[in-house]
């Protein structure tokens, strides 16, 4: 921490001074349950978000992604977004967090909503992921208006819905909209629990697909008179494990991905079900499945083209089309991302990594997510490229029981959040 201006020394002071404010803040959000699916509570979380900021002199827009997936009147995708003007022209810089977090599962020690406070931590489900990053973030902005109250740009932060399950009542309909989107906005910082001293690049591509083989219905007892589609799906499956999964494993990527056995192309099958329908009472009928279906879920890598990993499965199944008789198939786009990674010399990367350096005396990690976030729609749909997650908590907590986030990390990255956000707004960098 040496070397610091006096007045730096101040902003730091003032985050510190925040503690309890920072505490009290994220318990609030995470008393309230805005579990999605099915997306519960919504507008109670925004309304909360919306009378924090606009106190602060925040002008606030709420915005439900209407027509979007899960979009009702009873569950309504609402957004909101803050602003808060600067003194003259700049940048903007925008902090963006997800509200929604996962149903809490089994296993828990406390009530997952009642967010208990113990031994520096705050327990409750969405305390990592990310409601405890949302609340450094509004901290971190706090802290920076008191410091410097004439500062030039903009500084704004969004509450947003769905992330967990694909963001399009979120990001992605706001990034469409053009409210999270160039030329708007400059700067994006996404606080996902990714580690106080890690920056989050970016993530691998995914595509998911229902591939289908088909048969014709006999007895079971007489199976020589139909033809199985399991039996079809199986000859799939072999040629999965003699030959895809064996190609996947030799495809290893220069992106930073953590952790490291994600740093190759990876395929999972997400479901398989073939014959009669599942959740039937009683006894099962003897039939021969006339068809059968599974979920691909495939993560690729920035040196993979979409097409090519299609191809890959789409050649196999050709394959067997030739080789096995009376082989039928139908293959279906279920979802599809490509991989997203911000330049490590992008300036958010860099002002935050000058913050990671001065808050805790070492270089950052730069990192890549196996999985997707909303980073992707900001990306994509937003053409932003100046992107990136960076924020507290530990990241293989999220979605477990007994998740928690520490109170010296939140403190500790909303420094590097404030001080980074100082940077990127004057163009200065901090000594
Ligand atoms: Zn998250």
Redesign the pocket.
């Known amino acids: 921490m040496a070397g610091l201006t006096p007045s730096v020394d101040k902003l730091l002071a003032l985050i510190e001074h925040k503690q309890d404010d920072l505490v009290s803040l994220t318990q609030a959000l995470v008393q309230i349950p805005t579990i999605n699916p099915p997306g519960d509570n919504y507008a109670d979380c925004i309304e909360l978000l919306k009378s924090r900021l606009s106190t602060r002199g925040f002008q606030t827009e709420i915005i439900r992604a209407e027509g979007t997936p899960g979009d009702t009147d009873q569950y309504p995708r609402l957004n909101l977004i803050a602003r808060r003007e600067g003194s003259r022209p700049g940048p903007c810089v925008h902090f963006n967090s ?1 509200i929604d977090v996962v149903p809490p599962g089994k296993g828990w020690n406390d009530d997952p909503f009642a967010a208990v406070v113990r031994d520096g931590k705050i327990y409750g489900r969405g305390t990592c ?2 409601k405890g990053g949302l609340a450094a973030s509004i901290i971190a902005v706090e802290a920076l208006l008191e410091w410097m109250p004439d500062f030039p740009g903009a500084i704004e932060i969004s509450g947003t819905a769905d ?2 399950t694909g963001g399009y009542g979120g990001v992605a309909y706001l990034a469409e909209k053009g409210w999270m989107a160039a030329p708007r906005i400059d700067h994006v910082i996404i606080p ?2 990714l580690n106080k001293d890690r920056i989050c690049l970016g993530h691998r591509g995914v595509w998911w697909s229902e591939l289908e083989t088909f048969g014709t219905v006999a007895h079971g007892s007489m199976p020589f008179l139909g033809d199985s589609a399991i039996r079809h799906m199986t000859a799939v499956l072999d040629e999965f494990e003699q030959k895809l999964f064996p190609a996947l494993q030799q495809k290893v990527t220069a992106m930073p991905v953590v952790p490291e056995g994600a740093k190759q192309s990876t395929l999972n099958i997400n479901s398989i079900h073939g014959g009669l329908a599942e959740g039937f009472t009683g006894f099962p009928a003897p039939m021969v499945a006339d068809s059968c279906r599974l979920v691909l879920d495939r993560r690729f890598l920035i040196e993979e083209q979409l097409s090519e990993v299609k191809l890959e499965v789409q050649s196999l199944l050709e394959g067997l089309t030739k080789s096995r008789e009376n082989f039928a198939y139908s293959l279906k786009d279920l979802f599809e991302v490509v991989p997203s990674m911000t330049d490590q010399n992008a300036p958010v990367v860099q002002s935050i990594a000058r913050g990671i350096s001065r808050v805790f005396d070492r270089e950052p990690e730069y990192v890549v997510s196996p999985g997707t ?1 909303d980073q992707k729609h900001i990306d994509r749909i937003g053409k932003l490229k100046d992107c990136i997650a960076y924020g507290p908590g530990i990241l293989d907590l ?1 979605h477990q029981a007994n998740e928690y986030v520490g109170v010296t990390d939140m403190v500790e990255s909303a420094k590097v959040m404030a001080m980074a956000t100082y940077e990127l707004l004057s163009g200065e960098q901090i000594e």
């Open positions: 997800h992921d990310m992330e967990e996902e629990p976030y999220a």
